[in-house]
């Protein structure tokens, strides 16, 4: 069955980085796109970025510029470069499969001073 694993969530200050990792298993991970969500309290999960089967990037402006989104297929592996993370980026990270819409458990980020 599909399953995604997120790891490398933490606690780190304003303009420090982070590296989330989503680790595929039970489906051919190249064939799909692949997207980050985080979730705020007291917010709506919302699309940080998605990255298609042919490598190409969607970002939402708030972290344009600061993150990154990538994939290696012979790791079946996605991952988010967070650079100069503020507190706003404070939340629970998931990765979704789009297609069919699986999910993993999430990886906490907490940014504070």
């Known amino acids: 069955q599909v399953q995604l694993v997120e790891s490398g969530g933490g606690l780190v200050q304003p303009g420090q980085s982070l590296r989330l990792s989503c680790a595929a298993s039970g489906f051919t991970f190249s064939n799909y796109a692949m997207s980050w969500y985080r979730q705020a309290p007291g917010r709506e999960r919302e699309l940080v970025a998605t990255i298609s089967s042919a490598h190409s990037t969607l970002y939402v402006d708030s972290v344009k510029g600061r993150f990154t989104i990538s994939r290696v297929n012979v790791k079946n592996t996605m991952y988010l470069q967070m650079n100069n993370l503020k507190p706003e980026d404070t939340a629970v990270y998931y990765c979704?499969?789009?297609?069919?819409?699986?999910w993993g458990q999430g990886t906490q980020v907490t940014v504070s001073s």
């Open positions: 979704q499969r789009r297609e069919g819409d699986y």
